[in-house]
């Protein structure tokens, strides 16, 4: 049997019970659908991907998917669709069963302050032009926050802000630490709007700089510095009122977390507060779920990146002393913001193409979408954790209840230490 028998072969057996709306084209024009109404085209422009097909070679088929020797055209969430509902039924064909087995993202990186510097920088020194595009007017690259669903991600990233703002009871003159502070913008509203001072740090170059001129615009450089800084070379001990790292602590892996929370629990203040935001994997064993996609994504998008069970984040967060108080889940939220976050890129193809690239171009948007779906599905979620350091060796006071999360401007009640009389 020809190689090319073979291939649709195979699709075949991917597609077999309810048709996908798929059309398969090869390099010299011949057509075949497996459905009356296509509604994706995968294009197949070079022979090797055939291969790489019928044997089950994922690796390879993401090389060519960015090489553009394999094409895929559609709506985002058709191709998501069929191409999910072929992956589930890779299970099914005994030759290709180990592929659905959840792939670890980087069991094998080494974070060291080179490697952690040089895959941030992989990833977000692509260009401030590409990210532009399509992230809010803020340049804010984390989940967003939506009270109804239906705002639009500028409003909804403004809310976020304030959500993490008002979790921490920023107070005028207080200093905050900012860990992976992207472009400022948290620092920036954090500055403006409630009156802190504080530090922002990060591993990318382009980020520093952006944010750097950002604060200075705004008139702030006196009350906050950008630094291009790993979080392990934060000097001083008990610094900062309160601490903020949002989507940060992805890139710090698994063996490294207790060196993270211990270095945080070192730079606050007795009483302060620490909100931490960041991905989580919903599986037990602390793997992620679903179809293949966690080598394509080390290589090409996070290298090194590694995400924690909910428990290591708390279990983490008590062993260097610090109370957990508050943890919120956001797993929709981040669903919904990678899914505008893709159709904005869609929307400005051509100059982000002219930006970063048409490599760059297919590997974020297989890639948001493909979280998103990630997110839909529960195999992933994003917490966000609020912890306080102790006083004394007692707890630090906190609020009565959760209405100053939602309520802007009404100061919490307090809830005080019990008098034990003797």
Same mark, same amino acid.
């Given at each position: ?73 559609? =709506? ?336 919490? =009640? ?9």
């Amino acid at each position: 049997m020809s190689l090319r028998r073979r291939l649709l072969s195979t699709v075949k057996g991917l597609v077999a019970g309810e048709p996908l709306p798929l059309r398969l084209v090869f390099w010299d024009g011949e057509v075949f659908d497996f459905a009356t109404q296509p509604r994706v085209t995968l294009t197949i422009r070079d022979k090797r991907v055939m291969r790489a097909f019928v044997t089950g070679r994922v690796d390879r088929l993401g090389d060519a998917y960015v090489a553009g020797d394999l094409t895929v055209d559609g =709506a985002i969430e058709d191709i998501l669709g069929t191409g999910i509902a072929m992956a589930e039924q890779l299970g099914k064909l005994s030759k290709l069963a180990p592929l659905t087995k959840p792939l670890q993202w980087a069991a094998a990186f080494r974070h060291s302050r080179r490697n952690d510097a040089q895959a941030v920088q992989h990833h977000y020194d692509v260009s401030n032009d590409f990210y532009r595009l399509w992230l809010d007017a803020g340049m804010t690259y984390s989940c967003a926050y939506f009270r109804t669903g239906t705002e639009d991600i500028d409003a909804a990233q403004e809310q976020k802000i304030e959500h993490i703002c008002n979790k921490l009871r920023l107070k005028p003159g207080e200093r905050l630490l900012d860990i992976g502070c992207g472009w400022g913008g948290l620092l920036h509203v954090a500055a403006q709007r409630h009156g802190i001072s504080g530090v922002g740090i990060t591993n990318s170059p382009a980020q520093a700089d952006y944010a750097r001129q950002r604060i200075a615009d705004a008139g702030l450089s006196d009350r906050v510095e950008i630094r291009q800084q790993d979080y392990r070379d934060l000097a001083g001990d008990a610094a900062f009122d309160k601490i903020v790292s949002v989507g940060m602590y992805e890139h710090v892996g698994l063996a490294k977390l207790a060196t993270y929370f211990a270095t945080v629990s070192r730079l606050l203040k007795p009483g302060g507060a620490l909100l931490n935001h960041g991905i989580i994997t919903t599986d037990p064993d602390g793997r992620p779920q679903g179809p293949p996609g966690g080598e394509f994504i080390n290589r090409y998008v996070f290298p090194g990146g590694e995400l924690p069970h909910l428990p290591r984040v708390l279990e983490e967060t008590a062993r260097c002393g610090l109370e957990a108080a508050d943890v919120e889940d956001l797993r929709p939220h981040y669903a919904r913001t990678l899914m505008l976050w893709v159709r904005r890129l869609e929307a400005h193809r051509g100059e982000a193409i002219a930006a970063a690239g048409p490599e760059r171009y297919r590997i974020w948007r297989v890639y948001m979408a493909g979280m998103a779906h990630a997110f839909d599905r529960g195999w992933l979620s994003v917490a966000q954790t609020l912890a306080y350091k102790p006083i004394s060796g007692r707890p630090a006071p906190r609020p009565w209840s959760r209405d100053y999360q939602y309520l802007p401007g009404q100061a919490p =009640a307090i809830a005080p230490a019990l008098r034990w009389e003797h």
